[in-house]
């Protein structure tokens, strides 16, 4: 499954939008599947606006030729 990141954020305020610009991820929160595969649960976003799981949601991303696409 392909997330398609432009939906998430049509799906969030303005406010929110803005903090993603700025925010960072807590890499305690994150699970390594393998070196090339992570899940990001919503709650490892550090932002200075609160997100909701229901707003962003847990992501698998994969590092393809040394970029990181969500897969899942």
Excluded: C, N
Aim: glycine share 2%; aromatic share 6%; proline share 6%.
């Amino acid at each position: 499954m392909h997330v398609d990141v432009r939906l998430v954020v049509q799906m969030i305020s303005p406010e929110q939008k803005k903090a993603l610009e700025t925010a960072t991820v807590d890499p305690q929160r994150i699970v390594v599947r393998t070196p090339d595969e992570i899940e990001m649960p919503g709650e490892a976003v550090r932002a200075s606006v609160t997100f909701s799981e229901s707003d962003l949601g847990s992501y698998t991303l994969e590092s393809i030729e040394d970029d990181w696409y969500i897969t899942d």
